[in-house]
Structure formats: structure tokens, C-alpha cells
């Protein structure tokens, strides 16, 4: 960091410790970490945003470095870009007597359409020459609860309701066609269509 060369104190004085006072960016290698600095000398270590690199806009935190002259809190700037391709995550599910309600990141601004699936066993019976018998067949027919178009990514790209008219918060009334979802596993499914292409993610719940 150029403040290291504007900081007389740190007259070939070690670096004993780096830390970031924010989260928006984490250290991965403390390369300054038992270095020695004279004037106009520098060090280097690595960053990365911290928690998704798709939190866009400018990023400022303290870099907190202490040597054996005290501690010295170094302004830290940076800003987020979208990432290469289009990620799509499922975040938490909370599940409740009357409704299940979600959030999710995304990267991309996008139409999304939100589907609830439960496997289905049925029995059938079927006939091999004159002898007759009976299987067991799974099929799964998703029900659309919510379609969401032209949903902008938000700064966080996260749908919580701490973001309002950002993002809308989802929740499923547990019900299926207008009558009461069956109790047991269930599968959300998340599809997400931008002008990169499109990605779905999924997440498993269960009805009590």
C-alpha cells in the first residue's frame, strides 16, 4: 500500500500484524508479515472481495497493519465487477405452519421463474402375456408458484425484504392448484434467464 512510503514511523520498522477492519475484502497472503520497511519502501499481499465478488460499486475498508511502533489503519479502496458468467444461488428457506419463504444472490439482472416439485408414486399395473402386475412409477410435475420478470441484480443481488424495491422477497403459501401442499420432501427450483444464457439452482425441503 502506497500509505506504507508516507509514514516516517516506519523507519526499518517489522510488520508484525495485517488485518482488515471491514468485511468487504479478505487477505489471503500476508506477504508484509515479518517485513522490515525503510523509507519509500513497499510491500505487497493479496485480497479478494469478501462475500461475493457481484457486489457492485466502489468497496472501501481499513487495512490494519501494526508494527513495533504502534498500529496504522491504511485506507483501502476497490470496485466489485460482475463476475465472468452468470452465477445464480439459492439462499436460505425458512418453513413455516403457513407459508415457506426464500432469497437468493445472483449476479445478473433477469427474468425468474420459481417452481415447487414433489415426487409422485403411483402404482400401475401391467400386463406381460397373460400374467398381470403391479409397479411403482415416480413422476414429478412442477407447479409454478412465482414468475419474476426483468428482477435487477441490486447492489447485493440478495432478495430479502432489508432490501425493499430491490429485490422482492418470495414465499409459497403451501399450496398446490388451491389446495394444501402434501406434507414431506419437496424441491424448489430457481430458473434464471439474463442476457448471458440461463442457470437454475434447486434446493430440497421438507413440509411438516
Do not use: Y
Request: charged share 20%.
Amino acid at each position: 500500500p502506497a500509505a506504507f512510503t508516507d509514514d516516517p514511523a516506519l523507519f526499518a520498522l517489522g510488520v508484525t500484524q495485517v488485518e482488515l477492519s471491514s468485511t468487504s475484502f479478505r487477505v489471503i497472503t500476508e506477504r508484509c508479515v515479518g517485513t522490515s520497511l525503510l523509507p519509500n519502501e513497499w510491500c505487497a499481499m493479496k485480497l479478494v472481495f469478501t462475500p461475493e465478488i457481484w457486489e457492485r460499486g466502489d468497496i472501501n475498508a481499513n487495512l490494519q497493519v501494526t508494527d513495533n511502533s504502534g498500529i496504522h489503519l491504511l485506507p483501502l479502496s476497490g470496485t466489485a465487477v460482475a463476475p465472468p458468467k452468470f452465477i445464480l444461488n439459492l439462499l436460505a428457506v425458512t418453513s413455516s405452519a403457513g407459508s415457506v419463504a426464500f432469497d437468493w444472490n445472483t449476479s445478473d439482472s433477469a427474468q425468474f421463474t420459481i417452481s415447487i416439485t414433489q415426487p409422485v408414486v403411483t402404482t400401475v399395473k401391467v400386463k406381460k402375456g397373460k400374467k398381470t402386475t403391479t409397479k411403482k412409477v415416480t413422476t414429478i410435475k412442477p407447479v409454478v408458484i412465482k414468475t419474476i420478470a426483468n428482477q435487477p441484480a441490486g447492489s447485493s443481488g440478495a432478495c430479502v425484504e432489508a432490501l425493499a424495491g430491490r429485490c422482492p422477497p418470495i414465499s409459497w403459501d403451501r399450496t398446490v392448484n388451491g389446495k394444501p401442499a402434501a406434507k414431506g420432501k419437496w424441491t424448489i427450483t430457481i430458473l434464471a434467464k439474463s442476457s448471458r444464457g440461463s442457470v437454475t439452482t434447486k434446493r430440497p425441503i421438507t413440509l411438516r
